[in-house]
């Protein structure tokens, strides 16, 4: 499961880094108990369900796949308080099997991690420091651009190109210690209308959390909130007044109180709609699946729930 061995060594480093981290003071524990899972939530019509869309996730280009898992998840989660460690990676596990995704078996090298500290910079430096591997120039500009904005939520990944005859094509930091991992992108292909040649894949995803802008977030709107940025591609940031439609990407910018409790249909519409591509589909063609997905969700494989079909 994913591109090199220096990438799972990274994964289960940035699991005893963060761990590290948070041993030397207690994490105060997240809110949990019950919660209405439909507040905030209302039945969406097509142009709503569209503008959401766009105003929320990336489309990228026209002519580029959307990037996506295309290997077996494995989810790991560290720095909560006692179980709600368990609790967070549980129903990230429920969300990926609702959007279709495969999980990975037991023993499984983490690809997917969720991290909560006081500290998620010096976190993320000493991760640059142990293995470099796991960033590029994209993803460094994306914590640069987070932090710079004092997110509560630090999210990146590495994504590479691969050919539909499985070859491998990407770039990996300069400072990588193998430079072997160092590829130049070369399209041999000429695209078609339909069919890309090579589509983008998700071979890791983290978001870091910082615990001390955590009050009054319940678990499951943690989970909620990581799952769409580990297994998608959020705007960054948002644009959720352009929007217009509820999101629980809106966790930190409304607040807990105000924000829905968990993902909306929107969420989960756009999650079953991405996966539902094939891989080497355009980004074009995201739009009307995530429509699909939500007017017909148990059309599209892994739905478990029914939202209101548009007027």
Known sequence: MGRSFATIIGALGLAALSAAATAQEAAPPLAE?????????????RDEILRGQRALYEAGLAYRTAPRFHDPVCVAVVGLAGRQNDIVAERIRANIREAGVELAGAGCKPNALVSA?????????????????????????????????GSPAIAWGETILRANDGIIFGERSSSSSNPAFVVPVFFGALPSRHRAPLYQAKVNALVFFDLDRLEDV???????????????????????????????????????????????????????????LRSNEWGWRLSASVLAAYREPEALPGAATSPASPS
């Open 218 to 276: 319940h678990v499951n709107q943690l989970a909620d909130y990581a799952t769409l940025h580990l297994l998608g591609d959020p705007r960054d940031p948002a644009d959720h007044a352009g929007a217009g439609v509820p999101s629980i990407l809106s966790l930190f910018a409304d607040g807990p109180a105000k924000a829905p409790p968990a993902m909306t249909s929107l969420d989960r519409a756009y999650l079953r709609g991405l996966y539902a």
């Open 33 to 45: 108990g019950s919660t209405i899972e439909v507040q905030g939530d209302r039945a969406l019509s």
């Open 117 to 149: 500290n006081r500290k998620p910079k010096a976190v993320i430096d000493a991760l640059r420091r142990r293995d470099p591997q796991l960033f590029n120039r994209a993803s460094e500009e994306a914590i640069r651009r987070q932090l710079d904005a």
